[in-house]
């Protein structure tokens, strides 16, 4: 445990910033399953609608700085490669 004033509050800082990551990222991941869970499904409504809350969590992530510009557009990318091929 840090004894200095500053590194205290810096633990407690962290400590937030890192809750608010694990969520998003558990957000955009449970996003990302429910998209290919309905890609496998196969009704073309309900994945186009995944596929839209799927890239709105991972855009969401990348503006807050949990994962990068580049993973977001990757991320996005690939999935949206999976709904070309299913058309």
Known sequence: MP????AIKRVK?????????V????RMNT?????LADMSAGDDASHAEAFKKFSSAVDKAAKAGV???NAAARRKSRAYAK???KA
């Open 31 to 35: 996003a990302r399953r429910t998209f």
């Open 3 to 6: 004894n200095i004033k500053s």
């Open 83 to 85: 709904v070309a091929v």
């Open 67 to 69: 994962i990068s510009k």
């Open 13 to 21: 800082t962290s400590e937030k910033s890192h809750l608010r990551n």
């Open 23 to 26: 969520a998003s990222k558990s």
